[in-house]
Nanobody, 127 residues
């Protein structure tokens, strides 16, 4: 059974930083594209960032480019999202997701591409 467990959410002031972690188990992590998504109240879940199975390819949503950094450690089955220069509009529940296979292309921004999801962690950015 695949499990993805996010940690590290919380509250931050605008301009501050937060780091999210996701621990994966039950899948061949080193062969899975991983992604971060977020969902704000009343809005659809949206793509934030993705990283390929080797870490060699990374893609970000335009709104977070230059502020967020996705990374992974295949030895530890972990994926991370470092969020800097946070804005109130970054407030959302953040989800870790696994494609479950080595896939790359325009589909990695789509919710339907990801077979496995974590439970989510709340990030709130306010003064």
């Amino acid at each position: 059974q695949v499990q993805l467990v996010e940690t590290g959410g919380g509250w931050a002031q605008p301009g501050a930083s937060l780091g999210l972690s996701c621990a994966a188990s039950g899948l061949t992590f080193s062969r899975s594209t991983m992604g971060w998504f977020r969902q704000a109240p009343g809005k659809e879940r949206e793509f934030v960032a993705a990283i390929s199975w080797s870490g060699g390819s990374i893609y970000y949503q335009d709104d977070v480019k230059g502020r967020f950094t996705i990374s992974r450690d295949n030895a530890k089955n972990m994926v991370y999202l470092q969020m800097n220069s946070l804005k109130p509009e970054d407030t959302a529940v953040y989800f870790c997701a696994a494609v479950g296979k080595a896939e790359w292309g325009f589909t990695i921004t789509k919710v339907a591409t990801y077979a496995h999801w974590g439970q989510g962690t709340q990030v709130t950015v306010s003064a």
